[in-house]
């Protein structure tokens, strides 16, 4: 094998070993910030259905009254939105119960579509929802606020309050409308994270790092803080619709049952709070994860050299 070869083949590997390194990096990150996504949208989801347990059927009915005076007194229902029961809807549940055979692993299957799947999270009571007018190209959807009445009627003021955003904001429609790609890039930032390196001074530069050099340093090294501020507009527009909820239920409800739905919105915004949490330690730790990939090689290399 001649020098040229032999160089080329060093090259190859290093390539690919570079690449496993950034799978790992990315593949932990993601592991990270999922488990806590889940284990925050778990704790509250459960908290606020605990909030919303024990009412009465006078009390739901109060509920009830009260949001259709704010729809009208807002003006909402004049622009098409209103309460959906999500029973009945179709669901991935539905194919899963006529798929899958009965065990453990259907059992586990559910359970994790009834806190993730918009629709079945409604339907379980795990989750409720303000439906856009462009959600899931569904007309029948559109302009709906899915929730589940019997289980977290209380949280149906925060979904008011979003219905009120996309309506009567143009600021927190937008943030609303473009909430995917406000997710992208706190995604982006972990993955640029851990598939790039450290940049390092050249001879040819005067060993000075570049602008461009400076730039990739500096959102790698704050990786984990840029992934979380990027996280803020959708805190922002989720805070304000809570705050919208907190007030509506105030002005037509009675002091405690207003003082039940403010602690009902802040359980569910706990889980919004470990959203971006999750996204800027996921961060963290695909650049923490590459870092050490990379400065392992490095002493491995020199050692070799030595």
Do not use: W
């Not at 060093?10 to 889940?38: D, E, M, V």
């Not at 908290?47 to 807002?74: F, H, P, R, Y």
């Not at 994790?112 to 795990?126: H, L, M, R, T």
């Amino acid at each position: 094998m001649n020098i040229n070869s032999a160089n080329t083949n060093n090259k190859s590997q290093q390539s690919k070993n570079s690449l496993l390194s950034s799978t790992k990096a990315a593949l932990l990150a993601k592991a990270t910030a999922g488990a806590i996504q889940l284990s925050g949208s778990v704790v509250a989801a459960n908290a606020a259905k605990k909030e919303n347990s024990g009412l009465t059927g006078v009390q739901k009915g109060l509920i009830e009254s009260a949001s259709k005076k704010i729809l009208n007194n807002t003006g909402l229902d004049k622009k098409g939105v209103s309460i959906l029961d999500p029973e009945g809807l179709i669901t991935p549940l539905d194919m899963i119960e006529d798929n899958i055979e009965e065990g453990k692993i259907k059992n586990i299957i559910k359970k994790f579509v009834s806190y993730f799947e918009p629709i079945s999270s409604a339907q379980a009571g795990n989750n409720c929802f303000y439906c856009r007018q462009d959600f899931r190209n569904n007309e029948i959807l559109h302009n709906k606020i899915l929730i589940n009445m019997d289980k977290m009627p209380y949280l149906l003021f925060h979904e008011i309050g979003h219905a009120h955003n996309d309506h009567f904001s143009k600021i927190l429609k937008s943030i609303q409308k473009n909430r995917g790609q406000i997710q992208a890039l706190a995604t982006t930032i972990t993955l640029f994270s851990a598939f790039t390196k450290k940049a390092q001074p050249k001879e040819e530069n005067n060993n000075e790092l570049t602008k461009g050099q400076k730039a990739k340093n500096f959102i790698r090294n704050n990786s984990g803080k840029l992934a979380f501020i990027a996280m803020l507009p959708i805190l922002l527009e989720e805070g304000i619709a809570t705050l919208k909820g907190n007030k509506f239920a105030k002005e037509f409800l009675s002091s405690d049952m207003a003082k039940k739905v403010r602690k009902a919105n802040a359980k569910g915004f706990v889980s919004y709070l470990a959203f971006a949490f999750a996204n800027g330690f996921g961060a963290y730790i695909a650049k923490k994860v590459k870092d050490d990939s990379t400065e392992k090689k490095q002493i491995k290399l020199y050692s070799h050299q030595g």
